[in-house]
């Protein structure tokens, strides 16, 4: 049963990747990096609103992991764009998704206890996003090309080119 919730969400991140790069043109490694950013900082956020130091302090240790991880998500960035090969991660292994989105359930099952003082929603969606990041870690991103957004783009200004008329030349007065 896990293993058939793991594959429906590694299908589910695989399909939001690719339509966000079918869309923007960014690969999933654009979303790696923004998930990847987002977990500390609500991590933060909910140090701040707890005014818990001890959080505050594990919180910097994890700001510094993420800072690593973001140069190693450019990494293999650089590396797909120079071969057109992915690296398999860590979280390509399924035993891995698997222990993270049980730590998420269980701490989602747990979360009234958290959210009682107000300052617990910050923690959850913390943790949601580190999930999401395991998730589109193992996705396969797709070769780059032209985003939906460009080619409308490109259409309408050709429309609009077509619509005005030419630009007339401006004498320039002669002294």
């Known amino acids: 049963m896990l293993n058939r ?3 429906f969400l590694l299908k589910k991140a ?15 490694f654009r979303i790696q990096k923004w998930v990847a950013i987002a977990a500390p900082v609500f991590y ?4 701040i609103l707890r005014c818990d130091p001890f959080s505050g302090l594990i919180a910097v240790p994890f700001i510094f992991s993420t800072i690593i991880t973001v140069l190693e998500i450019e990494d293999d960035e650089d590396d797909f764009f ?3 090969n992915p690296r398999l991660s860590v979280t390509h292994n399924p035993s891995l998704r698997i222990v993270t989105v049980l730590v998420w359930a269980v701490f989602s099952f747990f979360l009234p206890l958290f959210i009682i003082d107000g300052v617990g929603w910050p923690l959850f969606v913390g943790g949601t ?3 999401a990041w395991v ?3 193992a996705c396969v991103p797709r070769p780059p090309g032209k985003s939906k957004v460009r080619e409308w783009l490109e259409k309408g200004l050709q429309k609009l080119n077509s619509f005005l ?3 007339a030349p401006i004498p320039i007065p002669s002294r």
């Open 5 to 7: 919730l793991d594959a």
């Open 14 to 28: 695989q399909k939001f990747c690719d339509t966000f790069q079918r869309l923007t043109g960014f690969t999933k």
């Open 44 to 47: 933060l956020g909910s140090a």
């Open 82 to 84: 120079a071969e057109r």
């Open 129 to 131: 996003c580190f999930t």
């Open 135 to 137: 998730y589109v870690t």
């Open 165 to 167: 008329p030419e630009p």
